[in-house]
């Protein structure tokens, strides 16, 4: 086994422990931009394993699926903060409708 290939593994496991820690934050979270952040974060984590994951298999075939997530968890956190921020995440003005 590679040096290299240890330190994928521990920074595997040192991502697993750190999303259970964030999950709970998601679930016991004081308030809701707390969750938020920590889902965010989960999003963040997760792109991360499955970049480590690529690395460790020698393959390339993940990236597309590290895109996706990515996209997804920007998507996610923009829709939350607009909610957060309006109470609704589409708004719509009727008095400027034609």
């Known amino acids: 086994m590679h040096w290299l290939d240890i330190l994928i593994y521990i920074s595997l496991a040192i991502l697993v422990i750190a999303m259970l820690f964030m999950l709970y934050r998601v679930v016991k979270g004081p308030t809701t931009p707390d969750r938020v952040i920590a889902l965010d974060s989960i999003g963040i984590a997760l792109i991360s394993?499955?970049?480590l994951l690529s690395i460790l298999l020698?393959?390339?075939?993940?990236?597309e699926v590290i895109l996706l997530l990515s996209i997804l968890a920007f998507i996610?956190?923009?829709?939350?903060s607009k909610y957060l921020e309006r109470g609704?995440?589409?708004h719509h003005d009727r008095d400027n409708d034609l």
């Open 49 to 51: 394993v499955v970049a």
């Open 76 to 80: 996610g956190t923009v829709a939350f």
């Open 88 to 90: 609704a995440i589409i």
């Open 58 to 63: 020698d393959t390339t075939m993940f990236f």
